[in-house]
Nanobody, 123 residues
């Protein structure tokens, strides 16, 4: 009923930039918050950035000043602009959305994950 599709990952040199996108589709009534997480090999998944439907943002210390999260509510899409990338930013990046959807038998609230997109920062 709800799907999150990410795009924009790839291989970039240190100091380079990438822009990730995550589009939510389906019987969505409203989206409360959309987040970006990442998981590096052998490490736990960690929160990178978050944005509410009102536009309030949060950034992890490791990315503050380099990454920018934004969203277009009309498109149910969230973006992550990543600048000044470092090798330690290498990870699979996941989109998460907490939303309300029409199940067909009423409105329900749940959290959904995207499939993940690989970001590799290497020379």
């Amino acid at each position: 009923q709800v799907q999150l599709v990410e795009s924009g990952g790839g291989l970039v040199q240190p100091g380079g930039s990438l822009r990730l996108s995550c589009a939510a589709s389906g019987s969505i009534v409203s989206i409360n918050a959309m987040d970006w997480y990442r998981q590096a090999p052998g490490k736990q998944r960690e929160l990178v950035a978050a944005i509410t439907n009102g536009g309030s943002t949060y950034y992890a210390d490791a990315v503050r000043g380099r990454f920018t999260i934004s969203r277009v509510n009309a498109k149910n899409t969230v973006y992550l602009q990543m600048n000044s990338l470092k090798p330690e930013d290498t990870a699979v990046y996941y989109c998460n959305a907490r939303l309300t959807y029409d199940s067909g038998s009423g409105y329900r609230t749940s959290a959904y994950w995207g499939q993940g997109t690989q970001v590799t920062v290497s020379s």
